[in-house]
């Protein structure tokens, strides 16, 4: 059984919204550390957001001010509510969650396991 599903990904104009869900199990959700992380052709995953379970949230620079990362306690969900969205914030988005953590959660995507299996988000100019 998958620990985390992603959704909610598409193709959107640039300046358009998207939101994204990650379906946890409960153990999963309960992490020290929950995330979302991205990918585009030939590049490296690069951390997006991340939160801690005690609520301090992290953004990457790229996306501070039009990214907002949050978690449904009732449903084991964690969100990432994009708007502004721009051509180069095109990838495939990934959910983690990282246990083995100490600190600020990072950036990396090294300490999390496990991971969704992605949703795909295209931005046209």
């Known amino acids: 059984q998958a620990q985390l599903v992603e959704s909610g990904g598409g193709s959107v104009q640039a300046g358009g919204s998207l939101r994204l869900s990650c379906a946890a199990s409960?153990?999963?959700?309960?992490?020290?550390?929950m995330a979302w992380f991205r990918q585009a052709p030939g590049k490296e995953r690069e951390g997006v957001a991340n939160?801690?379970?005690?609520?301090?949230?992290k953004y990457a620079d790229t996306v501070k001010g039009r990214f907002t990362i949050s978690k449904d306690n009732a449903k084991n969900t964690l969100y990432l509510q994009m708007n502004s969205l721009k051509p180069e914030d095109t990838a495939m988005y990934y959910c983690?969650?990282?246990?083995?953590?100490?600190?600020?959660?990072?950036?990396?995507?090294?300490?999390?396991?496990?991971w969704g299996q992605g949703t795909q988000v295209t931005v046209s100019s």
């Open positions: 409960r153990a999963t959700y309960s992490s020290y550390c």
């Open positions: 939160i801690r379970n005690d609520g301090y949230i």
């Open positions: 983690a969650a990282g246990d083995e953590i100490v600190g600020p959660c990072p950036y990396s995507p090294a300490p999390y396991n496990p």
